[in-house]
């Protein structure tokens, strides 16, 4: 299989793709372009929206309104608006880090990691806001918080924290929200590229972007087999999400950031949005379930 473009964007590192069931477009964003993407597939438009710090997650809250960590916290933000107000902010934070990738559970917790921009290895932490406001660390010596997600079939949650190359899948119990029993389910090689953004299908069938690898693997977690590829012109992958009508479309994002001058040429629509369809779909995106 290979993607196709949808969004020409060359985005510095596009990330946190997300479905918006209620008005059928993708919300994306550029992390260090600093940008939220709003992407409409009916009409294959790209509206783009500018902040003074960089975007790194997203999740709904309400028809106007979206959840997004920034670089050192949580912040709502409301469309029609155009306003932006905090929410909450790591005590512990470290001004080195910053956050990274994060998603709502199905029960509407919101689960969000951070990263070094130093590079610093187990420097970083995993945090899940509760529906009361209230955050709690799940995870410390985390290096790169990235792609997670939950199989809604079967009570489980995966993680991925990039450099460890592995994807490890925990028992989730979706009234507390509470994780244990951890599991590598698989571990990809250096050149494979790294783990990055992930989603999950409705088979349990894992998707995850390989930065690096130009890919994003289809993972059996049961069988621990990579068992097929989607192919993209863009060497760093970021993110992926399903969306579309009948959420069967795999919505992809690519970067741009570390790319040679030679690449850039070779790749001229990295950075771009780009999609692919299946013929088994994913999930409507959990929206925040608290009250703010």
Not at 95 to 111: A, E, I, T, V
Not at 242 to 262: H, N, P, S, V
């Amino acid at each position: 299989m290979e993607a196709v473009l949808e969004a020409d964007t060359r985005a510095v590192i596009g990330e946190g793709p997300l479905w918006d069931e209620e008005k059928k477009c993708l919300y994306w964003v550029d992390i260090l372009g600093s940008r939220l993407h709003v992407f409409d597939p009916a009409e294959k438009e790209n509206h783009t929206v500018s902040f003074k710090s960089f975007v790194t997650s997203l999740a709904k809250y309400s028809s106007d309104e979206l959840i997004m960590t920034m670089k050192d916290g949580f912040y709502l933000y409301h469309l029609r608006e155009n306003k932006l107000t905090p929410i909450k902010q790591p005590e512990d934070m470290d001004k080195s880090l910053r956050f990274n990738d994060g998603k709502c559970d199905p029960s509407g917790r919101l689960w969000a990691g951070t990263t070094s921009m130093e590079g610093k290895q187990e420097a970083a932490s995993f945090y899940r806001l509760e529906a009361d406001g209230g955050l709690v660390k799940i995870k410390d010596n985390v290096s790169t918080s990235n792609g997670l997600d939950w199989d809604r079939k079967r009570q489980l949650m995966y993680y991925i924290d990039t450099p460890t190359q592995e994807i490890v899948c925990y028992q989730y119990d979706p009234d507390s929200g509470d994780v244990s029993n951890p599991e590598t389910v698989y571990r990809f090689q250096e050149s494979d590229g790294s783990p990055d953004g992930m989603t999950i299908d409705r088979d349990g069938m894992l998707w995850v972007a390989l930065f690096g690898g130009g890919r994003v693997a289809k993972i059996d977690p049961f069988q621990k087999k990579w068992i097929d590829s989607i192919m993209v012109p863009a060497k760093y992958v970021t993110c992926c999400a399903f969306g579309g009508e009948d959420l069967k479309t795999l919505y992809i994002t690519t970067a741009t950031e570390q790319m040679t001058e030679t690449e850039r040429y070779n790749q001229p629509h990295a950075g771009g949005l780009f999609s692919v369809r299946l013929t088994t779909g994913g999930y409507v995106p959990a929206p925040f379930s608290g009250t703010l």
